[in-house]
C-alpha cells in the first residue's frame, strides 16, 4: 500500500525523534512491503523564525492533504514572549482545528519491566492500562471572546470556556465506542459543581451513557480524578474529559509509566487523516545532545498505523518490538540508562 506522510519535526529534540521513527517506518515498510512518502514541513518556532508564522496556510494545507500527519514538537525558551503576536503553540492548536481532529487518544499503560522508574509504589501501578480521551478542539483554548485589553484603568486578560452539545456527544460517542473493546467502562471528568459547561458535559454524558447500557459510566471532579490518578489508577480505564483538564491530568498521567519520553498519541476527527505525536514537549535542555528517548514518537507511528492506515498487524510489531525492547533492558537517559536515541532506535529495528 501507498501513503502519503507529512512530517512536522517542529523544535528542540522534534527533529531528532522524527528521525529515529521515519527509519523504523522505512522498516516497516521494507518488512510489509508498503510505501510511506515523506513530506518534511516546518511548524512551531522553527516556522516562526522562517516565515513569520507558526503555521503557514501552505503547511495547514499539505497537513489536509496527507494521508496522516506525524510531528515532533513545538516550543522553547526562545519564543516564550507572553507579548508575541505568535507562538508555537498557536500553531499547534490550528493544526488540529484545520485538521478537524477533535479527540486525543492518550495510552497510559505501565510496563512491567518499568514500575520502578516510577515514583508511584509498585503496587499502585499494577494492572494500569488506561486510556485518557480529551476533547481536542473547544473549551478554554479555543473560545471567544479571547484577549487582553484595559478596563476601568486594570489590565485585563480574557478566555472563555465555551462548548456547544454536539462537540461533547462526538467525543463522547467515541469513548463509548472504545470501552465496547476494553473493560467496558467509561469514567467522564468534569467540574460539574462549579462550571456550566461541565453540566452540560454531564448532561450529554448521561444521555450516551442511556444509549450504551452495556458500558459503566461514572462521573468524577476532576480535582478527584487527579488524586485518584496517584492513588489508585488501575481502578481506571476509559477516561473521557475535556480540552484542559485532559491536558493536565494526561501529563500526570505520564509519570505511572515511568516517564514522560514513552507515551504516544493519536488525534482522530470523522476522516481518516489524523495527527499523530508524542505527548511530551520539546525538551530544549536536551536538544541536539542525541539522548532523547524516541519511544513516545515510535509509538505514536504504530498508531498512525493502526488507526489512519488500518495496519494491525504492522502496528502491532512496532508495539511488540518497543515491549521486547524494554524488557530486554535498553533504557534511554531519562529512564536511568545510558543508550543514545540512535542506539535505542536500533534496539527495537532490531526486535521488528
Avoid at 111 to 135: M, T, Y
Avoid at 228 to 247: H, K
Avoid at 291 to 307: D, E, F, K, Y
Amino acid at each position: 500500500m501507498n501513503f502519503n506522510i507529512t512530517l512536522l519535526p517542529g523544535d528542540g529534540i522534534g527533529p531528532e525523534i522524527i528521525a529515529e521513527t521515519v527509519t523504523v517506518l522505512e522498516t516497516i515498510a521494507g518488512k510489509y512491503g508498503h510505501t510511506f512518502n515523506f513530506t518534511e514541513l516546518l511548524m512551531g518556532g522553527c516556522s516562526i523564525d522562517k516565515y513569520g508564522s507558526s503555521l503557514t496556510d501552505e503547511t495547514l494545507a499539505d497537513c489536509q492533504s496527507a494521508d496522516a500527519v506525524l510531528l515532533g514538537a513545538v516550543g522553547g525558551p526562545k519564543w516564550d514572549d507572553p507579548k508575541a503576536k505568535d507562538r508555537p503553540e498557536r500553531g499547534l492548536l490550528a493544526l488540529r482545528k484545520g485538521l478537524g481532529v477533535f479527540a486525543n487518544l492518550r495510552p497510559v499503560k505501565v510496563h512491567p519491566a518499568l514500575v520502578d522508574s516510577s515514583p508511584l509504589k509498585p503496587e499502585k501501578l499494577q494492572g494500569v492500562d488506561i486510556l485518557v480521551i480529551r476533547e481536542l478542539t473547544g473549551g478554554l483554548y479555543f473560545g471567544w471572546p479571547k484577549g487582553r485589553d484595559v478596563k476601568d484603568g486594570r489590565e485585563r486578560a480574557v478566555d472563555t470556556l465555551e462548548y456547544y452539545d454536539y462537540e461533547i456527544r462526538r467525543v463522547m460517542e467515541l469513548a463509548f465506542s472504545l470501552a465496547k473493546g476494553r473493560k467496558k467502562k467509561v469514567t467522564s471528568v468534569d467540574k460539574a459543581n462549579v462550571l456550566e459547561s461541565s453540566r452540560l458535559w454531564r448532561q450529554i454524558a448521561v444521555q450516551v451513557g442511556a444509549e450504551n447500557p452495556d458500558i459503566e459510566l461514572e462521573h468524577t471532579l476532576v480535582d478527584t480524578a487527579s488524586m485518584r490518578l496517584i492513588t489508585g489508577p488501575a481502578w481506571m480505564d476509559v477516561i473521557v474529559t475535556e480540552n484542559m483538564f485532559g491536558d493536565i491530568l494526561t501529563d500526570e498521567a505520564s509519570v505511572l509509566a515511568g516517564s514522560m519520553g514513552m507515551l504516544p498519541s493519536a488525534s482522530l476527527g470523522a476522516g481518516k487523516n489524523g495527527l499523530y505525536e508524542p505527548i511530551h514537549g520539546s525538551a530544549p535542555d536536551i536538544a541536539g545532545k542525541g539522548i532523547a528517548n524516541p519511544i513516545g514518537t515510535i509509538l505514536s507511528s504504530a498508531m498512525m498505523l493502526r488507526h489512519s492506515f488500518g495496519l494491525e498487524t504492522e502496528a502491532a510489531a512496532i508495539e511488540n518490538a518497543v515491549d521486547a525492547t524494554i524488557t530486554a533492558g535498553a533504557r534511554t537517559a531519562d529512564l536511568g540508562g545510558m543508550l543514545t536515541t540512535k542506539q535505542m532506535t536500533a534496539e527495537i529495528i532490531n526486535k521488528l
